[in-house]
């Protein structure tokens, strides 16, 4: 079967490996836009669409397509991506799922250790001569309960890290199977008794109609309120105005973010404010390595689809999850 397409565009950063690997192949095919909403000489023609999290296809860009065929997305979030309408159009759809699972995993740990060990203020302290003793006591992640929501590939990371850390680990993950908790060494609770029991929460789910807001009043009415909450998925998985409230009325231990519900953070948000808050700017997936990982798999997707029409880590996922939660988030 060939596929060979008369358009590949490309709306987003690729590496020049990625793009040398692409050009081999089709040659004159192949175009680069500097633009997330591509000009309408740029779409003219387009069958294959290569893009990362900042292009957002939506019915009005799908409907300026109408010879697409086939989407691949570098990144292992989907919510930039109205599968629904993808559907519709009859446009094949891939992505990336486990090319950040590592670089995402490593910093749900970097920012849990900046936020024990107050390495966030220890530049501050250096420089104005006040040592350690101006910090206070810091913690350790040995001996430590670990919750986490979402046992899929980061979330399974983080629990052999933590493991490695001597933390006890525990999750909540209702489309995981029994043996995958076994294989892990991980125990199975409910969402209620992980909240309440665990010294640390880390959320790794990905934005649905299911987990939108999902971190609310109420959930965090039960959560253990010296609990620290790490959030490195989406940032609409939290309510981000009701956590704000849980930290100022000491209902929550501390909070760890790389996402926001709102990106960029604007400058007037209390996180900035708040004690024992780690923050960072949406870099879980940011490594050269993830980069390079992500942009090589979707080539190669592109690539092996063109000679054969196979599809692999097809959108919308054909798993119990998704079809629960249809993934249609508003």
Not at 73 to 95: E, N, P, R, Y
Not at 295 to 312: D, M, N, P, Y
Request: glycine share 8%; charged share 20%.
């Amino acid at each position: 079967m060939n596929n060979l397409p008369g358009k590949i565009l490309i709306t987003d950063n690729f590496t020049g490996e990625a793009i040398a690997q692409l050009t081999a192949e089709f040659g004159p095919a192949l175009v680069l836009s500097q633009n997330h909403r591509p000009s309408p000489e740029e779409r003219e023609g387009t069958e294959v669409l290569l893009i990362r999290s900042r292009t957002q296809v939506d019915k009005e860009l799908l409907a300026q397509l109408p010879e697409l065929k086939l989407i691949v997305t570098a990144t292992s979030g989907f919510d930039h991506i109205d599968l629904s309408a993808c559907v519709a159009q009859g446009v094949k759809v891939m992505f990336t799922p486990n090319a950040n699972a590592t670089s995402v995993c490593e910093l749900t740990f970097g920012l849990l250790i900046s936020l024990f060990r107050h390495l966030g203020a220890m530049k501050k302290v250096v420089n104005n001569n006040l040592w350690k003793d101006s910090l206070g006591w810091g913690r350790e992640l040995y001996g430590q309960h670990l919750g986490i929501f979402g046992l899929g590939r980061i979330g399974s990371q983080v629990a052999r890290v933590a493991q490695c850390f001597g933390m006890t680990v525990s999750a909540h993950d209702p489309y995981q199977a029994d043996e995958i908790f076994a294989s892990l060494g991980v125990e199975r609770m409910g969402l209620s008794e992980l909240l309440l029991s665990a010294d640390i929460v880390s959320l790794h789910v990905p934005l649905t109609k299911e987990t939108k807001h999902l971190i609310n009043h109420q959930t965090l009415g039960v959560i253990n309120q010296e609990a620290i909450l790490i959030n490195t998925s989406r940032g609409a998985v939290m309510n981000e105005i009701e956590v704000i409230e849980a930290l100022e009325l000491q209902q929550l231990g501390g909070l760890c973010l790389d996402v926001f519900e709102r990106e960029p953070l604007h400058r007037s948000s209390k996180l900035l404010k708040l004690p024992n808050v780690t923050l960072s700017c949406h870099i879980g997936a940011y490594t050269s390595a993830a980069f390079q990982r992500a942009s090589l798999e979707a080539v190669q997707k592109v690539i092996l689809w063109s000679k054969t029409g196979q599809l692999s880590d097809e959108l919308p996922p054909k798993c119990t999850w998704y079809q629960a939660s249809n993934s249609d988030v508003s």
